[in-house]
Each structure stands twice: as C-alpha cells, then as structure tokens.
C-alpha cells in the first residue's frame, strides 16, 4: 500500500486542522493504519490509530482533542486535530501495518511522506 499525508499548515493555538492521508493499493480495509509525529530532535511517537475493525487508539496526548477515522471505501485516513498546542508542532505521519499493534512505529512497514503542522502560540 502507498500512502500520501496532507492537510498541514501554520495555525495559532486553539486552532483546529484535519489532516487527511490518502492509501493506494490492495487491501486497504484490512490494514492497521495510524498517525506518528516527529518533533525536531525527538523520537517519532504514536498520536493516534484505527484497526479495520474500527477499534480506535488516542496516545494520552490526543484524547480528548484528536480523533482518527478511516473511509475504507475512498481508502482515506483522517486525522481531526482541535485545541491544538505548541507542542503538538511536528511532521505528522501516517502509516498502516498488517498486524494490529498500536505504538511501536517499527511495526508498520508503510509511510507516507509527512505534513509539518506548525502551532504558533
């Protein structure tokens, strides 16, 4: 599966994005997909995920004001950023794996190429 990420940007604190991230290929629906960050001289981290059963995973840091979903059928990925903060400046990565682990980014083996979402306070 290939996958392409969009929908970053500049936004002030409080503000609100959606970033959405478009799949290729077979087997789409039956992928693991989720979102990673990678802030400048830290480690990638888990935002969020969504097993194709519809499970979902916020990382502590996104509950409450992130939420992930998933269109199988336009095979699309989206990410729904509100109250966002400073510190959730980052390049925002989807990804997707065939298994069904959540946090360990090693265990997806499909990115796309990465949004940088700037949150100016």
């Known amino acids: 599966v290939q996958l392409q990420a969009s929908g970053g940007g500049l936004v002030q604190a409080g503000g609100s994005l959606r970033l959405s991230c478009a799949a290729s290929?077979?087997?789409?629906?039956?992928?693991?997909v989720a979102w990673f960050r990678q802030a400048p001289g830290k480690e990638r981290e888990f935002v969020a995920g969504?097993?194709?059963?519809?499970?979902?995973n916020h990382a502590d840091s996104a509950k409450g004001r992130f939420s992930i979903s998933r269109d199988n059928a336009r095979q699309m990925l989206y990410l729904q950023m509100n109250g966002l903060k400073p510190e959730d400046t980052a390049v925002y990565y989807c990804?997707?794996?065939?298994?069904?682990?959540?946090?360990?980014?090693?265990?997806?083996?499909?990115w796309g190429q990465g949004t940088l979402v700037t949150v100016s306070s």
């Open positions: 290929g077979h087997s789409f629906r039956s992928y693991t």
């Open positions: 969504i097993r194709s059963s519809g499970t979902t």
């Open positions: 990804a997707a794996q065939a298994g069904v682990n959540w946090h360990r980014w090693t265990d997806y083996g499909y």
